[in-house]
C-alpha cells in the first residue's frame, strides 16, 4: 500500500497543485531517463510476502498491531486487513548459492514470527485468500490503524458514489455489495522485484506481461471466497473489482480500471507512468515540499514523491517502480501476480522460474511479444486465474496449449538456461525448478490441493465451513513442513 499519509481530507485547491506536480514530476522524470545514471551496477532481486493472521481455530484473527508489536521487526508491516500483515525480504543478487540462503533467511524469519505471534494465540498463515473468511469477518473491525488506508477507501467511494458490486462468477457464483473496500483485504500475494536499467526496463516488462499467466496457471493458490469456490485464482478478479472506482456508466465509456492489466506493448518505462497520469484521477493528493526541477539542477535526486504516491494507487500486476536508496535513482518491475504460498520452497521455485524466464525471454533477438497481440497475453491470463492448470493458452509456434505441455517443453529449459547465464548455482536450479517440474507433471498446485481436500472433507459428512477450516489446518501444517505442496497428502 506504501507511505503513510498525513490526513485525509484534500481540498480543491490541493487536488489541483497536486495534479501540477504530477505533472512536473512526470517531465522531470523524463528528463533524468534521458540523463542520469541510475543504479546498475549491482542488479538485486527483492521479495514481499502478505501474510493472514488466524486463530486457533483458524478464524481471522484482527490482530495484527499485537502480533506487530510482539515480532518486533521493521521487516513486519500493516497490511490493510487488521487480519494481515507484510513481510518485506531485503534486496540480495541471485547469482550463486543466494536462493539457499535467501529461502533459509525467510523460513527462520517466519519461524521467529510464527512463535512469537502464537503468544496472543495467532498464527500466521501465507495464502492467497483466507478460506474461512466470511462476510461477518469484515463488518467492522477488520481496517488496520492507518490514515492511509481509511483515506483510500474514502476516496474510492466518494469517486464511485456507490456501494461496490462483488460478481464473481465460478462453479459457485458470488455475488455481493461492499459498502467498503474490506473485501480487497482478503487478497494477499508475493511480489517479485527486479531491479533494472532504463534501457532493460520495456523488454523485461514486456516478457513478464507474457509470463504472468504461465505464472498464475501453476501458482494459483485462492479458489474459495467468502465459502464459495470460483476462480483457480480468485485473488485477481477480486481485487480487480473491489477497488474499481467506475460506476457502470464509466466503465461503458471504456474508463480503465485502477487494477489493470494494460493495454499494449511498451517501448520505455515513461510510457507506463504517461499512462498512469494520463488516464487516473488522483486518490491521495497529498503533496510535499519538495521541488523536483530544482533538485535536479542542482545535481541531487529528486524523490519525485507526488508521481511515486499516484503510482502506487494504480495496481498493474506488472508495475513500474521508481525509487531512490543512498541519494541513487533506481528502476525495478515489481511483479504482483502470484498469491502468497503455499510453503517457503513453493514461493521461490516460483521465484526462480520467473526471473530464469524473464532474463531469456527479455533477450531474445525477435520478442515472442512482436509475434503476440497483447489482447492475446491479457486473454491468456485471465483464462489462466480462471481454470489454472486446466486453462488453455496461446503461444507463438505452439498455438493453444495446457500450462503442462508450456512450461515443460518451452519455459522450464529456458528458466534453466536463464538461471545458469545468470550465475546460479546449478544445485539451487534443480531444486526450484525440480519443483515446478513437479507441479506440472502432477496438475497439483495449491487451488487444487485446497479444492481436492474440501472436497474429501465435505464427502466424510463434514459442512463446508467445517471442512474449509480442517483443510486450513492441514495446510498450516504441510505449510511449515517445507514440503512443495504438489506432494501434499489429500485425504481418501
Not at 498491531?65 to 510482539?70: D, F, N, P, Y
Not at 508491516?77 to 543466494?98: K, M, S, W
Not at 525477435?366 to 489454472?388: D, I, K, Q, Y
Request: glycine share 6%; proline share 7%; net charge negative.
Amino acid at each position: 500500500m506504501g507511505e503513510e499519509v498525513k490526513g485525509g481530507d484534500f481540498s480543491r485547491a490541493q487536488r489541483r497543485e497536486y495534479r501540477r506536480k504530477v505533472q512536473l514530476c512526470l517531465d522531470v522524470f523524463e528528463t533524468m531517463l534521458a540523463q542520469s545514471t541510475f543504479e546498475t551496477d549491482r542488479p538485486l532481486i527483492g521479495m514481499e510476502i502478505e501474510c493472514n493472521l488466524v486463530d486457533d481455530d483458524y478464524q481471522p484473527a484482527m490482530t495484527n498491531r499485537e502480533v506487530l508489536a510482539s515480532i518486533a521487526d521493521p521487516a513486519y508491516q500493516t497490511e490493510l486487513g487488521a487480519y494481515n500483515i507484510e513481510f518485506n525480504v531485503p534486496p540480495r543478487p541471485l547469482p550463486g548459492q543466494a536462493a539457499l540462503e535467501l529461502e533459509n533467511d525467510v523460513r527462520a524469519s517466519l519461524n521467529v514470527a510464527e512463535s512469537r505471534a502464537n503468544q496472543s494465540g495467532t498464527h500466521i498463515v501465507m495464502i492467497g485468500i483466507l478460506p474461512t473468511l466470511m462476510p461477518e469477518h469484515l463488518t467492522s473491525g477488520w481496517m488496520s490503524e492507518s490514515t492511509r488506508y481509511q483515506a483510500l477507501n474514502d476516496s474510492i467511494f466518494t469517486a464511485r458514489g456507490e456501494d461496490i458490486v462483488i460478481d464473481i462468477e465460478g462453479p459457485e457464483r458470488l455475488t455481493l455489495q461492499a459498502a467498503t473496500i474490506a473485501p480487497e483485504s482478503a487478497c494477499t500475494s508475493m511480489q517479485l522485484h527486479l531491479q533494472v536499467s532504463p534501457a532493460d526496463f520495456a523488454p523485461n516488462w514486456n516478457a513478464a506481461q507474457l509470463l504472468a499467466a504461465p505464472q498464475l496457471a501453476l501458482g494459483a493458490n485462492s479458489p474459495y471466497f467468502f465459502g464459495h469456490q470460483l476462480w483457480e485464482e480468485t485473488r485477481i478478479e477480486l481485487f480487480t473489482q473491489a477497488t474499481d472506482t467506475r460506476p457502470d456508466e464509466l466503465k461503458a465509456q471504456g474508463v480503465r480500471p485502477r487494477v489493470w492489466f494494460g493495454e499494449r506493448w511498451i517501448t520505455s518505462i515513461f510510457d507506463l507512468f504517461e499512462e498512469n497520469v494520463r488516464y487516473f484521477p488522483s486518490l491521495l493528493p497529498e503533496l510535499s515540499d519538495e521541488d523536483p526541477a530544482a533538485e535536479l539542477a542542482a545535481g541531487r535526486t529528486p524523490q519525485l514523491h507526488e508521481l511515486r504516491l499516484h503510482n502506487g494507487t494504480i495496481y498493474r500486476w506488472n508495475r513500474p517502480v521508481y525509487d531512490v536508496v543512498n541519494g541513487r535513482p533506481h528502476l525495478r518491475v515489481e511483479n504482483r501476480v502470484l498469491p502468497a504460498g503455499p510453503t517457503v520452497l513453493d514461493m521461490l521455485a516460483n521465484s526462480a522460474f520467473y526471473y530464469g524466464c524473464l532474463h531469456m525471454l527479455s533477450r531474445e533477438d525477435r520478442p515472442l511479444w512482436t509475434r503476440m497481440s497483447f489482447g492475446a497475453a491479457h486473454h491468456n491470463f485471465v483464462e489462466a486465474a480462471r481454470h489454472g492448470m486446466h486453462a488453455r493458452l496461446y503461444w507463438p509456434g505452439s498455438g493453444d496449449v495446457t500450462p503442462d505441455e508450456l512450461v515443460l517443453r518451452e519455459l522450464l529449459p529456458l528458466a534453466h538456461e536463464g538461471l545458469r547465464q545468470r550465475g546460479v548455482a546449478a544445485a539451487v536450479r534443480e531444486r526450484y525448478l525440480g519443483v515446478i517440474e513437479g507441479r506440472a507433471k502432477t496438475g497439483r498446485n495449491g487451488a487444487r490441493w485446497q479444492v481436492a481436500t474440501v472436497e474429501a472433507l465435505q464427502r466424510r459428512g463434514l459442512s463446508r465451513p467445517d471442512a474449509l477450516a480442517e483443510m486450513l489446518r492441514r495446510y498450516c501444517q504441510e505449510m511449515h513442513s517445507n514440503e512443495p505442496v504438489h506432494t501434499w497428502a489429500v485425504p481418501a
